[in-house]
């Protein structure tokens, strides 16, 4: 082989292996494993005993879904991406992969989660799915410029997973899928809020009205992720009334949710990015703990 053979070779291997890095990207490893954990323990909730392959198609069409919403939302926001430092990396903001790839990219994915989850789960799971999809593309993302009340909407998305995995259990639309988006949705607010006031510039900058108010130095912000820690109490318990978990659990969800509504109220006392990031981190760190309780003390009480 000549050496511009190789060199072409290795050139091609490179070029392959960043676009792959590049469709990883868009599609958002992070929120990805979150939202497949969230997806199973959903499942397992609504069916103790597990179905593995059922169990595993429902979560890999789902997060096709996921991914598709994750990267039509970086297609539609790529001009406004390229203003803010931490987005302006991304492959579409960036012009590494154009607006036409992107767009295929994920309508592709979409296609193939919808018809999977149709064919090999339940078409309950499927259409649930593709609804979640379309909200957060056609309704949250369009929203961001204009209101903040698109935080609300995309709250709406960001808590199906887990009804998601329920549904494709065989779980029906009841109190228990409701006590589980009920989590998922109050725990959004203090959670992205604070996001929103650490990028507060960067977001006024490009026009995304991410917080209340950019100009009263976070009040409302810190008000309402106030609001939203207080509900959160009631509302991480309500599995337990919900009939999905007993005791074991109501201790936890009462010990993390206060835990959530102190670092609010210390970022609402003293809206610093310090308190903003310290509340990031503890929402971080709730949510999951409390799902891994709700899942354990489910099995307990069901084996």
């Known amino acids: 082989m000549s050496a511009a053979a190789g060199q072409t070779d290795t050139l091609g291997t490179f070029s392959c292996a960043a676009r792959l890095s590049d469709y990883v990207q868009m599609s958002r490893p992070r929120i990805l494993v979150m939202s497949a ?41 790529s ?39 149709w064919q090999w789960v339940n078409p309950l799971t499927s259409v649930a799915s593709v609804l979640t999809m379309l ?39 009841g109190a228990e899928a409701l006590a589980l988006f009920a989590v998922f949705f109050i725990w959004q607010f203090p959670h992205f809020l604070a996001i929103g006031w650490i990028y507060r510039a960067e977001y006024e900058q490009a026009g995304l009205r991410m917080l209340p108010s950019f100009s009263d130095g976070g009040r409302r912000a810190g008000f309402v992720a106030l609001v939203y820690a207080l509900m959160f109490v009631p509302g991480a318990c309500l599995p337990r009334y919900a009939g999905l978990a007993g005791g074991g659990y109501l ?44 899942v354990f003390d489910f099995l307990r009480l069901t084996g």
């Open 135 to 173: 909200c957060y593309v056609l309704l949250y993302t369009p929203l961001k410029p204009y209101s903040a009340l698109c935080t609300t909407v995309g709250a709406v998305p960001g808590a199906m997973p887990p009804v998601l995995g329920w549904f494709a259990a065989g779980g029906a639309p």
């Open 251 to 294: 201790a936890a969800a009462l010990i993390l949710s206060g835990g959530y509504l102190w670092l609010t109220w210390r970022f609402f006392l003293d809206r610093t990015d310090y308190r903003a990031r310290q509340l990031m981190a503890g929402s971080l760190i709730c949510l999951p703990v409390l799902l891994v309780c709700l």
């Open 79 to 117: 001009n406004r991406d390229s203003r803010m430092k931490r987005t302006t990396g991304r492959p579409v903001a960036s012009g590494r992969v154009s607006r036409s790839e992107g767009l295929l990219y994920g309508v592709v994915l979409a296609v193939i989660g919808g018809a999977v989850l």
């Open 37 to 77: 954990v969230a997806v199973l323990a959903g499942y397992v909730l609504a069916s103790p005993v597990i179905d593995w392959m059922r169990a595993v198609t429902a979560v890999f069409g789902t997060l096709c879904l996921v991914a598709a919403s994750s990267v039509l939302n970086q297609v539609w926001e």
